[in-house]
């Protein structure tokens, strides 16, 4: 099998990042998150491929947080587009879990698929390659497993990393992954390595059914009670692995100006305000709501997989201890027509 | 803690059973042993779940919000800095006193629960202390301020010396040194709001950056925008801010929330005197910049 010792990872990272923008999991002062190899600051930043995971999933890669769609000139009456900004330069997500290569799957689903394509996405993504790390030993919050990812062999990677000690085990899933693998072709040697035990999820979580039954759940009395600690603050759709939704707006200075999108939360009261000003979600429980509906029942619906991918970043972050596998358990053992 | 969870307990169900209250706000435990979170109790039967213990860090009288535009009758247990979040909302006319029913506990500080969940999760590769919370050793006063009933013995306030020494050191700065400390600082926000959404002085019912028509910040996560937030939001807590410390808390990527807060609540001392924040109830009275007065100091302008 092909191995990528340590000793050669760096150099592995530069050659890489010759051609292409190396998004890798890294500590940075107080961020967690996937940043740019160019920018990895030996004295200061931790590279944290070895830890569990990364606060900021690798999603902003091919959806970042602000990005920018088009200028526009404004003439009289008329307005022009000047420019738009489909970037489809090379990257590379080095080191993605399996629960955030299924987020960035999920992705796919929802802006290239059922007879629709968004043109920005399918740009960053068709510059884009996955390089996965595989998980052997699940954290105290994962459950990707009850969430149909497949945590050693993620659906959708190009190539997959497995860490036996000194190297790592480099396999290659799809061309795009033959073409990133060329590029470092010399540093990877042909031996055999000895790849960890696979340890057990020690979290339990049952999601069979759960997508069905919350079918008539709509109404339900649970919902008030599982959402009263909530704050409606957007942490944990920000940090979330596969939350998509956006927002787009203008800035405008007399004549010129832009037109961008930025993440947008569920759990915001201004997300679902009409322009009338009447607001279909205006209670907190109904923001609630939505996003585990969204996650658990509505997603599955529509694309055959949950919206959740299991990474357990949500839980950790909570302000209120907001649990989504408690949710879970809370609507298997929920009474319909009680 | 024991004792006190289990008078409070007490005074709910019979606060239950005397028909006083609809419902007793306080925490109850979760699945784990850090786990406390606020609670809501809606009857006597609940009340077996209500704790009072070394997690008990979530600000109570934030929940209050939810029941600002109904008519129950409330009981709350509150520490020191909840009691001062009550006080915000009194004056702020959010809630009515008489609804209220306070039991005061003087508290001895408390435990981050985020603190263990990230040591539990293993997102880092080192653990953090998990000794009393940052809020708690900065805390100046740790009992109620405002109370019907108080539980416990009293404590004594944690802050040790200058409160104010680390805003001294950025006023310190010269203006370009400050200006991009600031702006680095903000740089790391993702704008998820959390610092807006559990703070107790934050009681506008629709906020400005909710507007739409006109749209005051823009929603770019960009230095312009992310400094337009929290200038603006941290401006709005000028002689509001209780210093209960959750902002900084809960915020995702460690903004040091709270030096803006206490630089405001130096600045409002200095310029109008009188006490901080939630300090003291007087019916009636208003934080200084709700009102206008004549001789209001304006050597800034």
């Known amino acids: ?338 | 803690m024991k004792e006190i969870t289990n008078k409070i307990q007490t005074i709910a169900s019979n606060l239950f059973a005397d028909n006083k209250i609809d419902v007793f706000l306080a925490w109850e435990k979760g699945d784990l042993d850090f786990k406390t979170k606020s609670f809501v109790a809606r009857n006597a039967e609940d009340v077996k779940n209500i704790v009072f213990d070394e997690y008990s860090i979530n600000n109570i009288a934030n929940s209050l919000l939810k029941f600002r535009d109904s008519h129950e009758r409330i009981g709350i247990a509150v520490k020191g800095c909840d009691s001062r979040g009550i006080v915000r909302l009194l004056e702020d006319l959010q809630i009515k006193r008489d609804r209220l029913y306070i039991v005061g506990i003087p508290c001895p500080g408390m435990k981050d629960p985020l603190t263990a969940a990230r040591n539990r999760g293993g997102f880092s590769k080192q653990k953090e202390a998990d000794g009393l919370a940052k809020k708690c050793l900065d805390c100046i006063q740790p009992n109620p301020v405002i109370y019907d009933e108080l539980v416990g013995p009293e404590q004594s306030p944690r802050q040790q010396g200058d409160r104010f020494a680390k805003v001294k050191e950025i006023e310190s700065m010269s203006a370009d040194e400050r200006y991009k400390f600031w702006e680095d600082t903000f740089s790391t926000c993702i704008r998820c709001y959390a610092c807006r959404q559990v703070c107790v002085a934050c009681d506008c019912r629709t906020c400005i950056f909710d507007e739409m028509k006109p749209q005051w910040v823009g929603r770019e996560n960009s230095a312009s925008d992310n400094m337009m937030y929290h200038l603006v939001k941290h401006a709005h807590m000028a002689g509001r801010c209780i210093e209960c410390g959750e902002c900084e808390r809960v915020c995702p990527v460690n903004i040091p929330l709270m030096l803006l807060n206490r630089k405001l609540i130096k600045d409002v001392g200095t310029l109008f005197g009188g006490p901080d924040a939630g300090m003291q109830y007087v019916e009636g009275s208003k934080p200084p910049l709700s009102v206008y007065r004549e001789n209001d100091p304006d050597s800034f302008l």
């Not at chain 1, 800035?251 to 569920?266: I, L, N, V």
Request: charged share 30%; hydrophobic share 35%; proline share 4%.
């Open chain 1, 1 to 338: 099998m092909k191995v990528l010792s340590k000793a050669k990872l760096e150099s592995a990272l530069n050659k890489l990042s010759d051609k292409n923008e190396v998004f890798v999991p890294m500590q940075k002062g107080e961020r967690s998150g996937y940043f740019t190899w160019k920018s990895f600051d030996n004295g200061q930043d931790e590279l944290m491929l070895d830890a569990l995971n990364v606060y900021q999933s690798p999603k902003n890669v091919v959806l970042p947080q602000t990005e920018k769609m088009y200028s526009i000139k404004s003439q009289g009456v008329e307005v022009n587009i000047d420019k738009t900004y489909e970037d489809a330069h090379p990257t590379i997500i080095f080191g993605a879990r399996g629960c955030d290569v299924k987020g960035i799957i999920a992705m796919d689903d929802v802006f290239l698929t059922r007879g629709y394509e968004d043109s920005f996405y399918k740009a960053r993504r068709s510059g884009n390659v996955i390089i996965a790390n595989a998980c052997y030993e699940p954290g105290a919050n994962c459950f990707c497993n009850a969430m149909e990812v497949n945590s050693l062999d993620p659906v959708g990677s190009d190539v997959i990393l497995r860490d036996a000690g000194d190297g790592y085990v480099w396999e290659v899933r799809t061309e795009k992954g033959e073409a990133v693998t060329a590029l470092i072709a010399d540093l990877l040697e042909e031996k055999e390595a000895k790849l960890p035990e696979v340890k057990p999820f020690t979290q339990k979580v049952d999601y069979s059914g759960v997508a069905e039954k919350l079918k008539d759940m709509f109404a339900h009395p649970i919902w008030d009670k599982l959402s009263q600690p909530c704050v409606n603050c957007g942490m944990c759709t920000y940090v979330c692995p596969s939350c998509y939704c956006f927002d787009i707006q203008v800035k405008m200075w007399g004549d010129e100006g832009y037109r961008f999108r930025a993440w947008d939360s569920c759990m915001f009261e201004e997300y679902s305000r009409e322009a009338g000003g009447g607001n279909p979600r205006g209670a907190s429980k109904e923001r609630f709501r939505q996003r585990f509906l969204h996650k658990l029942e509505f997603f599955k619906e529509r694309y055959g997989t949950p919206l959740c991918t299991g990474c357990g970043r949500c839980i950790i972050v909570c302000p209120t201890d907001i649990n989504i596998v408690r949710i879970i358990d809370a609507v298997k053992e929920a009474e319909i027509n009680a």
